[in-house]
Nanobody
Framework: QVQLVESGGGSVQAGGSLTLSCAAS????????MTWYRQAPGKQRELVAL???????KYADSVKGRFAISRDNARSTVYLQMNSLTPEDTARYYC?????????WGQGTQVTVSS
């Protein structure tokens, strides 16, 4: 079983920055992919950023150039650095990892961006 705990969310003004953290209960090298998703009220969940075991990344078009996913293997933590935030980034952000074909999810952390 894998446990994920997100943190770092909060309220920020447009143009500001936040860094989300996702602490895993097992070593990151056991995961095939580590992903950040978000879901805003009334909207479908969307993939924000993905980092695979080979180090390749993928970003939603809406966050390219503003967000960056990274990992710290020693801390078993995945990060999402978010810059130049806009009100459209307001959502609950979830960390997910895939291990041996099984997806695990955290409880999410809320990000609210005011104009």
């Amino acid at each position: 079983q894998v446990q994920l705990v997100e943190s770092g969310g909060g309220s920020v003004q447009a143009g500001g920055s936040l860094t989300l953290s996702c602490a895993a209960s097992v070593k990151l090298f056991t995961f095939n992919a580590m992903t950040w998703y978000r879901q805003a009220p009334g909207k479908q969940r969307e993939l924000v950023a993905l980092l695979n075991s080979g180090g390749s990344t993928k970003y939603a078009d809406s966050v390219k150039g503003r967000f960056a996913i990274s990992r710290d293997n020693a801390r078993s933590t995945v990060y999402l650095q978010m810059n130049s935030l806009t009100p459209e980034d307001t959502a609950r952000y979830y960390c997910s990892v895939e291990r041996l074909g099984v997806d695990f999810w955290g409880q999410g952390t809320q990000v609210t961006v005011s104009s």
